[in-house]
């Protein structure tokens, strides 16, 4: 098995898997190319381009779209599994919030996905421009930011949007402002994470029925008490920010802060909807007023209506009805 394929049985992408476990225990019996002709008999790559392109010519790769709707050749590269929206997502609607073009290099091609592999090559110790290696997707290249003007790897979903809040203004107007978009953010990124755990409370690598039990305590008590906790915490941080009149976290417009706490709040409407329903009314600026705020915004709008929102499946956001309230 070539070097670079090793440690990326996060790419078998089986229907029952983790994606934060995709993920995290390289398998010396791994065999990219074996998964991938599995996942293209099995349609996974079919379906999911056609789902890509829905809007589109079906073969157009999505950057090709982007770049031609951009006119300019993107700066940034984001580096993240295919036809999942994962914590790319985040990072992708920095991107699109503040119209900036960005390669989505394993949704752009069919082989884009070898860039995922060859970025978390388990052999690797520092790459040809000098940065170390990420541990995981998804990573971010800028070309020309490195050392010497190479090109800069940054990986941690929390540390490139840090980095492009303040590239593309998404990360408030001062200092102040900065770290309390941060703060928000990162507590958002929290909250993905005790989703993820809901249907794999146990072993990330593990089926989800394998975990059943464990996910259905788990979730009870996500969704009874975890939920209401961070949807309580937005709701003040919200009704404490005068300027943003409900619609931002921090200051008066946009930032990083809110486009993250907003893919959670969506990818929990489609995994819980029957909890998210009930819980709304609770809180009122969160669902009221900042919600339908931010799928509005200029950028995100069009976005989120267009075939590069990718759908979501299998991913930290999934619909076991069983999980969800009864
Ligand atoms: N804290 C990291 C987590 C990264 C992560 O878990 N990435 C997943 C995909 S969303 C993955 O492939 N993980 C592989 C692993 O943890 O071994 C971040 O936010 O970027």
């Known amino acids: 098995m070539p070097a670079k394929q090793r440690g990326a049985k996060h790419c078998t992408l089986r229907q029952d898997l983790s994606l934060a476990s995709f ?16 996942m293209q008999s099995r349609g996974a790559w079919r379906g999911s381009f056609l789902c890509l392109n829905r809007r589109s010519t079906p073969s157009t790769p999505r950057t090709s779209q982007l770049s031609i709707h951009r006119k300019m050749s993107p700066k940034y590269e984001l580096i993240y599994w295919p036809t999942i929206p994962g914590r790319g997502e985040f990072i992708r609607l ?36 000098g940065n170390p290696p990420p541990f995981a997707p998804p990573s971010l290249r800028v070309p020309g930011e490195g050392k010497n003007g190479k090109t800069l790897v940054l990986y941690q979903t929390p540390n490139i949007l840090a980095y492009l809040g303040d590239k593309l203004g998404l990360a408030g107007e001062d200092e102040a402002e900065k770290h309390w978009v941060m703060s928000h953010a990162f507590t958002a990124l929290d909250l993905n994470n005790e989703a993820h755990d809901t249907h794999h409370p146990v072993a990330v690598a593990k089926y989800y029925k394998d975990q059943k039990e464990e996910a259905l305590k788990k979730a009870t008590d996500f969704r009874e008490n975890r939920l209401p906790k961070f949807f309580g915490f937005f709701e003040r941080v919200l ?19 809110d486009t993250t706490v907003w893919q959670v709040l969506d990818g929990l409407k489609f995994a819980f909807p029957k ?42 956001f999934r619909h076991y009805p069983e999980l969800d309230r009864q």
């Open 23 to 38: 993920e995290s225990h390289p398998t010396p019996q791994y065999d990219a190319e074996k998964s991938s002709r599995a």
């Open 239 to 257: 009704k404490g920010n005068e300027g943003g009149q409900g619609k931002y976290l921090v200051g008066g417009k946009l930032s990083y802060a």
């Open 94 to 129: 920095a991107f699109e919030a503040t119209h900036t073009a960005y390669t989505d290099t394993a949704n752009a091609s069919k082989d884009g996905i070898n860039a995922v592999l060859s970025s978390i090559d388990s052999t690797v110790t520092v790459d040809s421009d």
């Open 275 to 316: 909890e998210m329903e009930a819980r709304e009314g609770d809180h009122p600026l969160l669902f009221g007023t900042f919600y339908p705020s931010v799928r509005e915004h200029s950028g995100l709008k069009d976005y989120l209506v267009s075939s590069r929102r990718i759908p979501y499946g299998d991913g930290v």
